[in-house]
């Protein structure tokens, strides 16, 4: 190599060197960061809800030359499900009640000659600011599986 390029390569090496050396410097704090925990706000005190949402689903499974009947019954289990919410201090006002769907079932092992079976759902809806009494009916729907309701 002649004097002549001596120069120019001593500082284009220096360059690439001052350059990889920021590079992983900056790769190495942007790592570091991942080792800390920054957390903004603080809670001080225990909050309690003040009101509470529960949704009831109740379903039926009926094939399709029952499916009038099933409508039946799944306004039998509404007047049921309805009664206990009543009974229990629920009023109208803080019911919801959904239409009933229907869903067609697929069966991919019965063949194309199995009847066609659909579910019936229904959903009743309650909101309500007694949180407690919410929890509490939750946790307590024998009553109205005992009747037949699902």
Request: one cysteine or more; a neutral charge; aromatic letters at 10%.
């Amino acid at each position: 190599m002649t004097n002549d390029y001596k120069l120019p390569a001593l500082i284009l090496g220096l360059c690439i060197v001052a350059a990889f050396s920021v590079f992983a410097y900056s790769f190495y704090s942007a790592k570091q960061l991942d080792n800390y925990l920054s957390v903004t706000g603080s809670a001080t005190k225990k909050i309690t809800s003040d009101s509470a949402k529960w949704i009831l689903n109740f379903i039926r499974g009926v094939e399709i030359q029952n499916i009038k009947s099933g409508h039946t019954q799944m306004a039998k289990d509404s007047a049921i499900v309805v009664k206990f919410l009543k009974d229990n201090g629920i009023t109208d006002e803080q019911m919801t009640i959904s239409p009933v769907f229907m869903n067609m079932n697929y069966y991919y092992d019965k063949g194309a000659n199995a009847p066609k079976e659909y579910t019936l759902s229904q959903n009743v809806e309650i909101n309500s600011t007694d949180v407690n009494k919410i929890t509490e009916l939750s946790k307590n729907t024998q009553a109205i599986i005992d009747q037949g309701v699902l």
